[in-house]
């Protein structure tokens, strides 16, 4: 379900391009706020931050997990419900050691992405906050591509890339 979704982020992001109808550029939480149905689903980078040569690190985990959970905190301040599977995916990986079983390879992207995948067909908006590696990380160029594929209405803080 991930495979290779390579992004235009400068079409994409385009004033007068073919998603300008969906895509607001230089969003905020409170945009989001007034342009939000439903629940918004976070899409942070994740895999190019936390595993450094394809070797997951805890210490880079848990710092793209907290600064997904900023965004998500600064939503719920603008009262939005917000989900983010990052913050999820982490936190999860972070328990693994407590739980036997837990044979989940936290950088298998296929794997997230298919875990992911209810969230994402739940959400009526995708928010994609400014944290750093946010236009090379597959899984929100993955998020994204859904989303203009569903017609569902997506923010990006970012001015540009």
Not at 82 to 106: S, Y
Not at 119 to 126: F, Q, R
Request: charged share 15%; with cysteine; aromatic share 6%.
């Amino acid at each position: 379900m991930a495979g290779n979704h390579p992004v235009d982020w400068r079409r994409v992001m385009a004033p007068q391009g073919s998603a300008s109808a969906l895509v607001r550029v230089g969003s905020d939480p409170a945009q989001v706020a007034r342009h939000c149905s439903g629940i918004a689903y976070v899409a942070a980078p994740y895999d190019a931050h936390a595993g450094q040569r394809r070797k997951w690190q805890i210490d880079r985990s848990t710092m793209m997990s907290t600064l997904a959970a900023r965004e998500v905190l600064r939503l719920i301040c603008a009262r939005v419900s917000a989900i983010c599977p990052t913050v999820l995916r982490a936190e999860a990986m972070h328990a693994a050691p407590t739980v036997k079983e837990a044979a989940v390879n936290p950088l298998d992207v296929e794997f997230w992405a298919s875990w992911s995948a209810p969230y994402l067909n739940a959400c009526g908006v995708i928010v994609v906050p400014d944290i750093r590696g946010w236009q090379r990380c597959p899984m929100v160029a993955r998020d994204v591509t859904w989303a203009l594929d569903h017609n569902v209405p997506v923010h990006i803080y970012a001015g540009g890339v």
